[in-house]
């Protein structure tokens, strides 16, 4: 997708969807009320999307999200919070974003993660001192 530059509002159709890649798009720059209604998502990967500035403003509608990959978005600064309801997430892959920085407070409800990757962020300076509530995590990658 290297020069869309929005995402259909036709998407809000596809009610089980339950995959969605998204990678290497270059102008893109806001992913937002194109997948308000796309509830069923279990897996969404978005990589090397280099001017993401903001995710949606209602990712936590995305109740059945199991798996949420977002790896090197260097224009993302932060969640704002978006990732409070992702109850069900059992794995977390945000590395090699550069400007993110993560708070405790955006993590402190994944307490199912089982996988959680927070390598190559150099914004990020210290690590959330929730960790201790990952009961169920196996791996954990800060390299």
């Not at 998204?22 to 978005?46: A, G, H, P, W, Y």
């Not at 993110?100 to 199912?112: A, C, D, I």
């Amino acid at each position: 997708c290297l020069y869309l530059i929005s995402l259909s509002n036709d998407i809000n159709n596809f009610k089980s969807l339950a995959t969605l890649d998204i990678n290497k798009c270059l102008i893109l720059t806001l992913l937002s009320n194109e997948l308000d209604n796309v509830t069923s998502l279990t897996t969404l990967n978005i990589s090397k999307y280099l001017s993401l500035i903001s995710l949606s403003n209602n990712l936590d509608t995305f109740i059945s999200l199991i798996k949420f990959n977002i790896i090197n978005c260097s224009s993302l600064t932060s969640f704002s919070n978006k990732l409070d309801n992702l109850t069900s997430l059992t794995t977390l892959d945000i590395s090699k974003n550069f400007n993110l920085t993560l708070s405790s407070r955006e993590l402190k409800n994944l307490t199912t993660l089982t996988i959680l990757n927070i390598n190559r962020n150099s914004n990020m300076t210290s690590l959330p001192n929730n960790l201790g509530n990952f009961t169920f995590l196996i791996i954990f990658d800060i390299s």
